[in-house]
């Protein structure tokens, strides 16, 4: 019977030969029994650690527990890394108190995108509407999230705070490129950070009192 052999140390180097020693496979070796008890043990160590603090309720972050243990893998998507303060996320469109898009399709956003991503077509408001005449709406709005580079230009851009980056989310890992094209809908119910989908800034519409700008309702 042919006997197995496997590398016991580095091969030597003797002037352009290799010289390369081996050993034979003890029994021990072979049934892998040391190596399968030491993992066995390593795992009841976590086993009775984590039900231990699980009952005393003092389980910390088990992603940041794994960094403390100099351990950089973690079971994703059960578990994610904490983002840093200034992550961007993906984008989102805001919506008014009527639901409608407070984009006023003014194309700000798409001139400043260095990735040209993003694609608006403007439309007028429909007639008797008092914004008719008076400021656009994007009848499309597209974004195309696997060019975008994220550098949140075309939110700086935006006058009406209609474009944000503040849903904590990155792109979810599609199989397919038309899945990363975001369209209007898909732009307008995407939550915040903070689960709203409106913005920050009250929005002061034209006849509104508030209304600090042109007006053409009362003929400025
Ligand atoms: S984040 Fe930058 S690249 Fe992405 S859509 Fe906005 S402006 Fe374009
Ligand atoms: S999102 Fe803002 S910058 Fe872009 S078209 Fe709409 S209003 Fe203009």
Redesign the pocket.
């Known amino acids: 019977m042919a006997t197995s052999t496997f590398p016991k140390k580095p091969p030597v180097t003797k002037g352009a030969a290799v010289v390369v020693e081996y050993v034979d496979r003890s029994p021990t070796t072979q049934s892998y029994l040391p190596e399968i008890v030491k993992g066995l043990g390593v795992s009841m160590k976590h086993f009775f650690k984590n039900t231990k603090e699980m009952v005393r309720g003092e389980r910390p972050d088990p992603v940041l527990e794994r960094y403390d243990d100099g351990i950089s893998t973690i079971s994703y998507p059960e578990q994610k890394r904490p983002y840093p303060e200034r992550f961007r996320g993906l984008h989102r469109?805001t919506q008014r108190e009527d639901g409608s898009p407070r984009?006023?399709?003014?194309?700000?956003?798409?001139t400043a995108c260095p990735a040209q991503c993003i694609f608006?077509e403007a439309g007028e408001y429909a007639e008797g509407d008092k914004r008719r005449g008076y400021e656009r709406y994007?009848v499309k709005f597209v974004i195309d999230e696997l060019r975008c580079i994220f550098c949140g230009f075309?939110v700086e851009?935006?006058?009406?705070d209609?474009?944000r980056m503040d849903t904590g989310l990155h792109a979810t890992p599609y199989d397919s490129r038309d899945q990363f094209i975001y369209a209007k809908d898909l732009l307008l119910n995407q939550p915040g950070a903070d689960g709203t989908v409106k913005s920050a800034n009250p929005r002061h519409e034209p006849g509104d009192k508030s209304h600090p700008g042109v007006d053409r309702l009362r003929a400025h």
């Open positions: 469109l984009c006023v399709a003014c194309l700000c956003c798409s608006i994007p075309c851009a935006c006058p009406c209609a474009i």
